[in-house]
């Protein structure tokens, strides 16, 4: 595996590295596109990127150094989330993908309890719903209009996920849509 998750310290060590990654760069598919200095220190102080719920890395990539930023979210939960942000000199590089992969095999490697896990992105997000597909995660909702979109209509926001007993096997366990006849 090419990449390594490097947990980080968000108000000590690496706090001055997460302010600097989170506002010089731009993330378009989010709901706030920019980071602030002051936003950044706010959701550090209420425990945003690591609290009993939250949990932050670094993702190292054996050849290119540090290549982003990871978050795990309702990590007290059976079923956590994460918010993956690459920096933009690696975006569109075809690393995504091995970078799923890594962060799938933390998850289900160092969190027992953990039975599903689960993205969620905009439907323009193109690449992040190809490197789902591609790591075998299954689509299991597009709410319609629920991503407000500054000065636009809202999109819809596309969730996957991935069991950890196929994690496991490598066999996906299929999502029968239509299961109830109308
Ligand atoms: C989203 C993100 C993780 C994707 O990782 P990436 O390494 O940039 O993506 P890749 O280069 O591996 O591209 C994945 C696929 O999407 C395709 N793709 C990328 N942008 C595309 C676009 N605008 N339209 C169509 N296809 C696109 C690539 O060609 C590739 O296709 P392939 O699998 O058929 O070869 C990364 O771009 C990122 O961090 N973006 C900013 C933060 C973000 O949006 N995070 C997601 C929040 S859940």
């Known amino acids: 595996m090419p990449i390594t998750l490097t947990r980080l310290d968000p108000t000590g060590e690496d706090h001055d590295a997460l302010v600097d990654f989170l506002t010089r760069n731009e993330f378009p598919f989010h709901v706030n596109h920019r980071w602030t200095r002051e936003a950044v220190e706010t959701s550090t102080a209420g425990g945003a ?48 993908a091995d970078v799923l992969r890594a962060v799938s095999m933390h998850v289900f490697t160092t969190l027992p309890r953990v039975t599903r896990f689960e993205g969620q992105t905009r439907e323009d997000n193109v690449a992040m719903r190809k490197i789902f597909l591609r790591c075998g995660w299954v689509k299991e909702a597009h709410y319609r209009e629920s991503w407000p979109v500054d000065g636009g209509r809202p999109l819809a926001s596309v969730a996957y996920a991935v069991l950890r007993r196929d994690w496991e096997t490598g066999r996906t366990t299929p999502l029968v849509w239509d299961d109830l006849p109308g």
């Not at 290549?67 to 939960?77: H, K």
């Open 49 to 96: 990127f690591r609290d009993e719920d939250n949990d932050s890395f670094w993702l190292d990539h054996e050849e290119h150094g540090r290549i982003g930023f990871l978050r795990l979210e309702d990590l007290g939960e059976d079923s956590p989330l994460f918010d993956l942000r690459l920096d933009a000199p690696f975006r569109n590089r075809g690393l995504g």
